[in-house]
């Protein structure tokens, strides 16, 4: 009924926006509203993807996109498998996923599975590292990924039709619809896509005798994949300076589990469902900004395992009502402010009373206020000073203030210098599971929190050839009340609050861009140095004391070169991690994950016919076909083939 709903909503929404005619009395010039004004805060650091990469990876995920283009770590299990990032040290509730300014953090996992996000389905993505996610909400101790997807008002239509084939049948299709005019814009993406993932691979967990010194080689069974999905955005100016969107979202995910390289078979599944709807409000003259959104996310997971005779089903409905309202005081002072209010309801067969047994349901609200002044005296420094507040059940969780600076050191004309710094309080609430989770959550549980700081200085070149960029940040983080599962009595796992953890390091990036006639080169390079050790063991029992985390790598390399010539162009990737510890009272005997590189390449050409352009091209991953596991036991493909074709219809 919800989704009929929304469905019913946006189609009156494009029937207004059809049939509306202008009104001719009192009629002032437009103010498009391009974009809300939502400014990045001073002395924090961001990263947005740019569009080319988004363009060389609409038949990926996200997971691997930001293994690619960013610091942050995914840890995979297998191909078409869960996804979760490692952010800065964190675990993977401390990272933030926002659509559209809605968290997307299943609030029984408190976490994201970034395999279940396409990368086609959004034109922007933006990465706020540490307390830069604050300005957004709370929780992210590493970070926050925002994904967002901007109207466009130009007359006419355009058609995006992409179709992607590759390795271990893999195919994948896309169709993006796009018209409207300078009133009204609507955009339709569908997807589907299937894949049999059956990979070979050395399964290094097992001989087939003793006596032999190599590996047998096995193929990847029980891993087909299907997912499949439909958004819908129809967005309408309401006069000179007012607009209201619409957005409607609905995914559907099947996936066997393959066995891990220790066991001979597996028969688990597991679907999710997601249905998710935004109805916004936007504001946007000289002096202010407002927006207002009101949310519906519907996630349902259903897994079953014959094996273990599991069979489970869980459904979380989340409401969600934000406002953002953002005032230029002076033309040096502005406050960007603004509130969150959200309801969780979850229903599982792994809720259940204490005393009656009885399957539950369980309710979490949470209400947020904060404040943010940008200060920029001169046109050299700037300021931002950010409060937030937040109460969970009607309890008031830890004030959170957040300070930062930015200082133009030096400005000449092909040479810049800029220092950055920040200092804040940060802090994650437990998720549902961790409290409620039958028989062994714990209500109790305290939330972690913590202090961070980042110290950063950005240098910038230019020349009449080329512009050359580089960046040094140092971030340290202190986190107290870590949560970490673990076996109990029975060897039940539980959660408790266990250690206090230090994550620390530098991150370097090189950005070179040069054009040399109708040659255009790109360089990309990112490597961070991480140390995220447990400083402290609250029980006495925990033997994981000053060791780096598990899956943790200290040495995180990505980058790409890029090289464009007329209508050709050529990537190569590249990727590395150190080596990961997977200690645990657990596997005593598998200490770590080796280390590993894998280079990939793209080579493309687009075609054009007035209106009408074609985008083909061929990525080979893992090119020198390398053998690695990014979680224990769960194999990696080696070298894989895939090829897109992108037809393309603008008429304007």
Not at 213 to 229: F, I, L, M, T, W
Not at 624 to 650: D, K, L, N
Request: with cysteine.
């Amino acid at each position: 009924m919800k989704k009929i709903l929304f469905a019913s909503l946006f189609i009156l929404l494009g029937f207004q926006g059809i049939a509306q005619k202008e009104d001719n009395a009192y009629y002032l010039p437009d103010l498009d509203i391009t974009d809300s004004r939502i400014l990045e805060r001073s002395g924090f650091k961001n990263q947005k993807i740019d569009s080319a990469s988004i363009a060389e990876n609409t038949a990926s995920d996200l997971g691997e996109l930001l293994s690619l283009q960013s610091p942050i770590f995914i840890k995979r299990q297998g191909v078409g498998g869960l996804a979760t990032p490692s952010f800065r040290g964190t675990g993977a509730s401390h990272t933030q996923l926002f659509w559209n300014g809605i968290n997307l953090n299943n609030p029984m996992l408190g976490q994201v599975d970034l395999s279940l996000f396409p990368v086609f389905l959004n034109n922007k993505i933006n990465v706020n590292f540490g307390a830069s996610s604050l300005l957004y909400g709370t929780g992210g101790l590493g970070g926050a990924i925002r994904l967002e997807s901007q109207p466009s008002w130009e007359k006419g239509l355009s058609v995006t039709a992409r179709q992607y084939a590759g390795s271990f049948s893999t195919f994948a299709t896309s169709l993006g619809i796009r018209t409207g005019n300078e009133k009204w814009n609507s955009t339709t993406k569908v997807y589907f896509k299937t894949a049999d993932n059956d990979f070979e691979f050395t399964n290094t967990s097992q001989k087939e005798s003793p006596e032999q010194d190599e590996y047998p080689r096995q193929k990847n069974k029980h891993a087909e994949q299907k997912q499949q999905g439909f958004l819908q955005e129809i967005s309408r100016k309401l006069g000179r300076s007012d607009q209201i969107t619409g957005r409607f979202w609905h995914q559907k995910n099947d996936r066997n589990l393959p066995p891990s390289m220790n066991k001979p078979s597996s028969k688990a599944v597991q679907k999710d469902d997601a249905s998710r709807g935004i109805l916004e409000w936007q504001h946007n003259d000289a002096f202010k900004n407002i927006i207002v959104r009101g949310a519906w996310v519907e996630e349902t997971i259903s897994y079953n395992n014959p094996d273990t005779n599991t069979d489970t089903k869980s459904l979380s409905t989340s409401w969600h009502l934000n406002g953002i309202f953002n005032f230029q005081l002076h033309e040096s002072l502005y406050l960007n402010s603004g509130f969150t209010a959200r309801k969780d309801n979850a229903k599982t067969d792994n809720y259940q009373d204490l005393e009656s047994e009885k399957k539950v349901s369980r309710v979490q609200d949470k209400q947020d206020i904060y404040m943010n002044l940008e200060w920029q005296p001169s046109p050299r420094w700037s300021l931002s000073a950010l409060a937030r507040q937040q109460w969970i059940d009607g309890k008031a969780k830890p004030f959170l203030p957040s300070l930062g600076a930015s200082v133009e050191v030096l400005n000449k004309k092909t040479f810049n210098w800029q220092t950055q710094a920040n200092f804040s309080r940060n802090f994650h609430a437990p998720s549902l599971n961790d409290r409620y989770f039958y028989p062994v959550g714990n209500p109790n549980l305290k939330p972690e929190k913590g202090w961070n700081g980042e110290l950063a200085n950005r240098w910038k070149l230019k020349h009449k050839l080329f512009t050359a960029e580089y960046e040094l940040t140092a971030f340290y983080s202190d986190i107290d009340n870590w949560i970490i599962w673990r076996p109990g009595v029975l060897r039940l796992w539980k959660p408790e609050n266990l250690r206090r953890v230090i994550s620390k390091g530098l991150e370097h990036t090189l950005s070179v861009q040069w054009n040399i006639g109708e040659w255009k080169m790109h360089t990309r390079i990112n490597y961070s140095y991480i140390s995220s050790e447990n400083q402290k063991s609250y029980d006495g029992q925990d033997d994981i004391v000053n060791e780096q985390l598990i899956y943790v790598p200290r040495h995180n390399f990505n980058g790409f070169f890029r090289l464009r010539y007329r209508s050709w162009h050529a990537t190569v990737e590249e990727q590395g991690y150190g080596k990961r510890n997977i200690r645990t009272k657990e596997y005593q005997n598998d200490e770590y994950l080796a280390a590993y590189w894998l280079t990939n390449i793209n080579i493309g050409r687009s075609f054009n016919w007035g209106t009408h352009r074609v985008d083909a091209q061929l990525r080979i991953n893992n090119f020198f076909g390398y053998h690695y596991q990014s979680v224990a036991r769960r194999p990696m493909p080696e070298r894989c083939f895939g090829f897109t074709i992108v037809y393309s219809f603008i008429n304007s």
